[in-house]
């Protein structure tokens, strides 16, 4: 009886790691007061507030982004020339936040942190979450890919994302660098996992389950009955009539930056950034 009760409980730990990783990634939050959340992730909940930045005046007014330092005018000329080109898709990008997505690019791409050449996505997190504020861009032709909402984290805040961490039980945006890993089907349908690169900013995210999934809060409709997208766990949730071409767009290598007020990476190296671009350009 009791070796059969052994490879019962055994069985059990089985089953109970096989559902896990069915429904790895952040769940849905719903923006409607008194409702709680249909469901709760693997190791998440909302965490005491010690454990966030401070929260950042509560203001539509954008926060002023840092120029990355030791940037040759040879390689900020060629930012701007990749923001003209392109065009009306990328109006809403901020030229700062480009410069960051491009130097973070040129640094990790030659180290092999990131193994996919001329294509990268960056998110601007300090817009509000009713605009467009991922992009995926094709360096070498100068095209914007993909142009979609994407949502925050809801211990981040509301219309705007004011505070961010890289704690598990946050419920937090994480800024910094990401390489994008492999896809899985799980709760949310078709999703990848994204491995953070920066230490002390976002290198939990993968523990954490943070991923590129689809989500009914992240559209225009909800937008339309709510006035703001709902909110993730700490995921960047994606519009369901878009999240297929983005999420196998950004394919295994590929780099994603998550921005916002007090992103800090030592990425942002605009010396090496300089060297690379003038030893191979984009690619």
Same mark, same amino acid.
């Given at each position: 009886?009791?070796?059969?009760?052994?490879?019962?409980?055994?069985?059990?730990?089985?089953?109970?790691?096989?559902?896990?990783?069915?429904?790895?990634?952040?769940?849905?939050?719903?923006?409607?007061?008194?409702?709680?959340?249909?469901?709760?992730?693997?190791?998440?909940?909302?965490?005491?507030?010690?454990?966030?930045?401070?929260?950042?005046?509560?203001?539509?007014?954008?926060?002023?982004?840092?120029?990355?330092?030791?940037?040759?005018?040879?390689?900020?000329?060629?930012?701007? &020339?990749?923001?003209?080109?392109?065009?009306?898709?990328?109006?809403?990008?901020?030229?700062?936040?480009?410069?960051?997505?491009?130097?973070?690019?040129?640094?990790?791409?030659?180290?092999?942190?990131?193994?996919?050449?001329?294509?990268?996505?960056?998110?601007?997190?300090?817009? %509000?979450?009713?605009? %467009? &504020?991922?992009?995926?861009?094709d360096l070498r032709a100068g095209r914007v890919l993909h142009h979609s909402l994407v949502a925050h984290g809801e211990g981040s805040g509301k219309l705007r994302a004011t505070r961010f961490s890289n704690l598990e039980k946050s419920a937090c945006t994480s800024l910094g660098f990401y390489r994008t890993a492999d896809t899985y089907d799980g709760i949310h349908g078709y999703s990848r996992r994204i491995e953070g690169l920066d230490k002390g900013q976002n290198a939990n995210a993968f523990n954490r389950y943070v991923v590129l999934h689809a989500a009914d809060y992240a559209s225009p409709k909800y937008i339309k009955q709510h006035g703001r997208l709902g909110y993730s766990r700490g995921c960047p949730a994606l519009p369901p009539e878009q999240y297929k071409a983005i999420i196998a767009s950004v394919r295994v290598g590929s780099m994603l930056l998550i921005s916002g007020p007090g992103l800090a990476s030592r990425w942002l190296d605009g010396a090496a950034a300089g060297k690379r671009f003038l030893a191979r350009g984009w690619e």
């Amino acid at each position: 009886m009791k070796k059969a009760a052994s490879k019962t409980a055994v069985n059990w730990k089985w089953l109970a790691a096989a559902v896990a990783l069915s429904i790895t990634g952040c769940q849905r939050r719903v923006d409607v007061p008194g409702r709680a959340a249909a469901h709760m992730p693997p190791k998440t909940s909302v965490h005491a507030a010690p454990t966030v930045a401070s929260a950042l005046p509560d203001s539509l007014a954008l926060t002023p982004v840092p120029v990355v330092p030791h940037l040759s005018d040879t390689l900020r000329q060629a930012i701007r &020339r990749l923001h003209a080109a392109l065009g009306p898709a990328a109006a809403n990008l901020r030229p700062e936040v480009l410069e960051q997505a491009c130097v973070g690019y040129l640094t990790l791409h030659p180290i092999g942190r990131i193994e996919r050449a001329g294509l990268l996505a960056v998110a601007d997190m300090d817009l %509000p979450n009713t605009t %467009p &504020r991922l992009w995926v861009l094709d360096l070498r032709a100068g095209r914007v890919l993909h142009h979609s909402l994407v949502a925050h984290g809801e211990g981040s805040g509301k219309l705007r994302a004011t505070r961010f961490s890289n704690l598990e039980k946050s419920a937090c945006t994480s800024l910094g660098f990401y390489r994008t890993a492999d896809t899985y089907d799980g709760i949310h349908g078709y999703s990848r996992r994204i491995e953070g690169l920066d230490k002390g900013q976002n290198a939990n995210a993968f523990n954490r389950y943070v991923v590129l999934h689809a989500a009914d809060y992240a559209s225009p409709k909800y937008i339309k009955q709510h006035g703001r997208l709902g909110y993730s766990r700490g995921c960047p949730a994606l519009p369901p009539e878009q999240y297929k071409a983005i999420i196998a767009s950004v394919r295994v290598g590929s780099m994603l930056l998550i921005s916002g007020p007090g992103l800090a990476s030592r990425w942002l190296d605009g010396a090496a950034a300089g060297k690379r671009f003038l030893a191979r350009g984009w690619e």
